[in-house]
């Protein structure tokens, strides 16, 4: 297709007068600051609208025309500086550095290289400095693994310490907490430097340097090192699809013009965001983006990326103020920025070609078809989208729907409305939806209630009762029939309560609610742990029988009014009754394989703030009875969510059947509820 032949001609391009996409993609190799064979630094930049350019810094005692560089073709500029006469760099690890850029209008701008490694502020200063980084000893890291089931996380709030939170203290305190929660992968936030806290990483000043306000650089390789050990993969939330509109120690204005790195005039301005927008059609933005991504991947260890704002690189109209139909015409015509869509298949193509294990993920709102189709048949590449109507789905049914008007059909088909041959990470709730203005499913749930009602030294009320029991099989559901993948955001896995919101001018710069605090779910007479424990339990099921990699579901009853819903999925059987007050026993459900059914998983045990109603030990024998397009079926019975003239309450019970791993042919499986 078309698409696919501007892909061919642009690699081709690259393969030409590059040296091939490897060399060209790994320009952070040839850019910014290189040591040299003898201890020699060399430095090279674009900055095709300066008209001279300077290094100044602390090795310089801030002469800031003593060292000029060098003008070289299509805008590059080069500087040499030999090493001491001991033989060490000419600049030291930690000094302070700034490029002085000359405009052709005469005018001196300081500026930070764009290839920058790491970056700094003082608690004194507005703006951020350049910090060479050089340690005498290069970290190593092992090889990494692979899988999907993720952890959200932000490490400047995984404290519930009313401060930045740093990289020791994730690696520390969270990471054990990830593995025994059986999440196998996290997904990083806020990691490629940002000048504005509040703008939770997603307005990238440097987008080569790792946030300092967490640690350094080796403090985030020993994150990776550490989480590679315990088997998590490593994700990096990858903010391309725009840049900070800062000029000291941003991008923006690099050279003195508004075009180096962006659309000159509106075309370059978001007008939502207040932030540039890339040029991806120009060869250097190609060359920078690529580079950075194979950055963070040399360097740092990363497995993959999920890339921010897809939506707004896909369209010229950035997804402002439109509707998508689900209309072809959404998708293919002239408001489709074709640069941008190459960029991200060019994207793809390097990152599946030198690192075939790489993990890559959309997050695009718009449904574009062939997302996470192979770039040979035309599509852009993705290993997964980002399934973002589901939880979208949940508040608004939370928002606005009394628990007896709850649709069934509306739900099942919210989670399985994906496009086939096109693998989706499915969440119940994400970061988007902790942040202020905007409520949590727990306290959407359980709201004020969880400052005084959370404690199992006092019997439930009503309202947590419901909204422990909710919290359980929404997530369950979602995490079961929802996707090929499944996400969590930190705290979220517990119910954390309130909301997120960064130390800002509104809210007097406070730190209050920019942390998680995990002292709840440590505290053991309260009931966050008993969410915990469920969603830990749940996780590790998954890994045992491996529902979100064996394929679609199949449900075989979905009925509005008794509000039951039953599927098969991985050899498994999940029942959900969402009734608000109707508990139903001898209620058939059908099943593809015969035998005796136990439960594995059950929403009703003490231990996951339930009131062990339901005996454990039970065990389900099949008939060969058909039922419901099944060869067999058995009887259940099970119990309502919530409760009757607020006195009796009761629980929702999700039950799921799996078949034994002993390789025989006689079926013992085990029940989920």
């Known amino acids: ?37 003898g201890g020699g630094l060399l430095f090279r930049e674009w900055a095709p609208g300066a008209h001279a350019l300077f290094l100044t810094g602390d090795f310089n005692a801030w002469e800031k025309l003593s060292n000029p560089f060098t003008p070289k073709a299509f805008g590059k500029w080069e500087l040499s500086l030999p090493p001491k006469a001991d033989g060490s760099p000419a600049i030291q690890h930690l000094s302070k550095l700034k490029l002085v850029i000359k405009t052709k209008d005469g005018e001196y701008l300081f500026r930070i290289s764009p290839w920058a490694k790491y970056v700094t502020k003082t608690l004194d200063s507005v703006t951020y400095d350049w910090i060479h980084w050089d340690p005498p000893h290069p970290y190593k890291r092992p090889l990494r693994p692979r899988c999907l089931r993720i952890y959200e996380a932000h490490v400047g709030i995984a404290s519930p310490r009313e401060e930045i939170a740093s990289y020791k203290n994730f690696t520390l305190d969270v990471l054990p907490r990830v593995k025994d929660l059986g999440y196998n ?13 509040a703008s939770f990483g997603y307005q990238v000043t440097n987008f080569f340097a790792a946030s300092s306000r967490f640690g350094t650089p080796d403090d985030l390789k020993a994150l990776v090192d550490e989480a590679h050990s315990l088997g998590i993969t490593v994700l990096l939330d990858m903010v391309h699809s725009h840049a900070s509109s800062n000029t000291e120690d941003g991008l923006n204005h690099f050279d003195g013009t508004d075009s180096c790195f962006f659309h000159a005039g509106s075309r370059g301005e978001h007008s939502h965001w207040g932030s540039r927008l890339f040029n991806y059609g120009s060869w250097e933005v190609s060359r920078f983006l690529l580079s950075n991504l194979r950055w963070w991947v040399d360097e740092y260890g990363f497995d993959g990326f999920r890339f921010d704002g897809i939506t707004s690189m896909l369209y010229h109209h950035h997804g402002i103020g439109v509707s998508f139909s689900g209309s072809y015409s959404d998708y293919f015509g002239m408001h489709v920025d074709e640069d941008a869509v190459v960029h991200l298949m060019l994207s793809n193509y390097t990152l599946h070609k030198l690192y075939p294990e790489c993990i890559t993920i959309a997050e695009d709102v718009s449904g574009m078809p062939g997302l996470c189709r192979p770039i040979q048949e035309g599509g852009l590449g993705f290993d997964y989208r980002l399934a973002m109507a589901v939880p979208d789905k949940w508040i608004q049914i939370l928002k606005e729907v009394k628990d007896e008007d709850w649709d069934m059909w509306n739900i099942v088909h919210t989670l399985t409305n994906r496009r086939r041959g096109e693998d989706s990470i499915c969440y119940a709730e994400s970061h988007d939806q902790a942040l202020v203005g905007d409520k949590s499913l727990a306290f959407w749930l359980m709201d004020k209630e969880m400052y005084t009602n959370m404690s199992t030294l006092i019997a439930m009320t009503p309202v947590i009762d ?23 955001f930190m705290g979220n896995e517990f119910g954390h309560p309130e909301w997120l919101d960064f130390p800002r001018k509104g809210n007097n710069e406070s730190y209050r609610y920019a942390r998680r605090q995990f002292n709840l779910v440590d505290t053991e007479h309260l009931r966050y742990r008993q969410l915990y424990a469920f969603d ?42 969402f009734h608000p007050s109707i508990s139903y026993s001898h209620y058939r459900v059908a099943v593809q394989h015969a035998g005796k059914y136990k439960i594995l998983l059950n929403s009703d045990e003490v231990q996951y703030g339930g009131h062990g109603r339901i005996q454990q030990d039970t065990e389900f024998c099949s008939e060969p009875l058909a039922f419901r397009n099944r060869p067999n079926s058995f009887l259940v019975s099970f119990i309502s969510v919530t409760f009757t003239d607020c006195k009796v309450k009761f629980l929702l019970v999700n039950s799921s059947n799996a078949l034994p791993k002993n390789g025989n042919h006689t079926i013992f499986p085990s029940l989920l509820m």
């Open 1 to 37: 297709n078309f698409l696919y032949r501007l892909f061919e001609e642009r690699l081709a391009w690259l393969e030409k007068d590059e040296g091939g996409f490897d060399q060209f993609t790994q320009s952070y190799q040839s850019y910014g600051v290189q040591m040299q064979l």
């Open 185 to 197: 992968c996290i997904q990083l936030m806020a990691v490629l430097e940002h000048a504005y806290y």
């Open 466 to 488: 419901r909204g422990m029991q909710l919290h359980k099989l929404i997530r369950l559901l979602t995490h079961s029939l929802g996707g090929e993948g499944y996400l969590n």
């Open 536 to 577: 830990r339990d749940m996780n590790h099921a998954e890994d045992e029988y491996g529902w979100l990699s064996s394929g679609l579901a199949v449900v075989s009853t979905l009925d509005q009014a008794d509000k039951v819903i039953v599927f098969e999925r991985a050899k498994l059987l999940f029942i959900f009754n």
